[in-house]
Nanobody, 114 residues
Framework: QVQLVESGGGLVQAGGSLRLSCAAS????????MGWYRQTPGEQRELVAS???????NYADSVKGRFSISRDNAKNTVYLQMNSLKPEDTAVYYC????????WGQGTQVTVSS
């Protein structure tokens, strides 16, 4: 059974930083594409960042230079370091694992105040 558990969300002022964590079980983060997505009310879920088995990363244009995705294979955990946060980064952030099928976490709220 695959489980993805996000943590690290919260309320932060604009310009601040947060680090999200996605603890995985039942799926190896080192062997699958892992991604962070976000969603705001009424909008579609959008890709924020991803990392593949080779360590290649991909970012949405809106977060390039500010966000960084990484993983700790020993902890089987994926991280999203978010710096220089803006109010428009406010969203529920979801971890996704792309294995035999797609797996999603429950999401963590990030709120950036102006």
């Amino acid at each position: 059974q695959v489980q993805l558990v996000e943590s690290g969300g919260g309320l932060v002022q604009a310009g601040g930083s947060l680090r999200l964590s996605c603890a995985a079980s039942g799926i190896r983060v080192s062997m699958n594409i892992m991604g962070w997505y976000r969603q705001t009310p009424g909008e579609q879920r959008e890709l924020v960042a991803s990392i593949n088995s080779g360590g290649l990363t991909n970012y949405a244009d809106s977060v390039k230079g500010r966000f960084s995705i990484s993983r700790d294979n020993a902890k089987n955990t994926v991280y999203l370091q978010m710096n220089s946060l803006k109010p428009e980064d406010t969203a529920v952030y979801y971890c996704k694992g792309m294995g035999l099928r797609d797996y999603w976490g429950q999401g963590t709220q990030v709120t950036v105040s102006s």
